[in-house]
């Protein structure tokens, strides 16, 4: 078994996923099809962030390596899907999006997925900062954000 630790971020960036959900519809922006794709990695990359949250989650204070490596291969694969979303298509979702999504969601992912090579309290601590950074900037622009419907 091995000990769990720090994985409030995933849970944190779950939250962001279901307010991201909530959002307006961006019907007066001119949105390609290409921005429905981009829209489709986005939710992707929450999505598995989701999931790995819930077995982390579910796993309590111990995983198996099975566990382990679920939420390590979710992890990654959320990693890839949010860097297949073009920093054009976030400055159209809000002016300021791209920064808090490269420099707080997926720096708190790539930080998530070291702590699970190597557990370290700090690089744990610095994730959940940065996923609770994330959604509380999200949360609070959640009105002006606008994903293609």
């Not at 390609?32 to 796993?59: G, L, M, P």
Request: neutral net charge; charged residues 25%; contains cysteine.
């Amino acid at each position: 078994m091995y000990k769990r630790r720090g994985f409030l971020p995933i849970f944190v960036a779950l939250m962001v996923l279901s307010a991201s959900a909530c959002t307006k519809s961006g019907e007066e922006k001119n949105w390609t099809k290409e921005d429905y794709e981009f829209t489709n990695h986005y939710y992707a990359s929450q999505r598995d962030n989701k999931e790995a949250s819930r077995i982390a989650r579910q796993a309590g204070n111990q995983f198996s390596k099975e566990q382990l490596s679920a939420i390590r291969a979710l992890t990654v694969k959320a990693l890839a899907e949010s860097r297949l979303v073009p920093d054009k298509f976030l400055d159209k979702i809000h002016p300021q999006f791209k920064d808090h999504f490269r420099n707080q969601f997926e720096v708190a992912l790539d930080l998530a997925l070291n702590n699970l090579d190597t557990p370290d309290y700090q690089t744990a601590q610095r994730s959940s900062v940065l996923f609770s950074d994330y959604a509380d900037w999200f949360t609070a622009n959640q009105e002006d954000i606008k994903f293609p419907h």
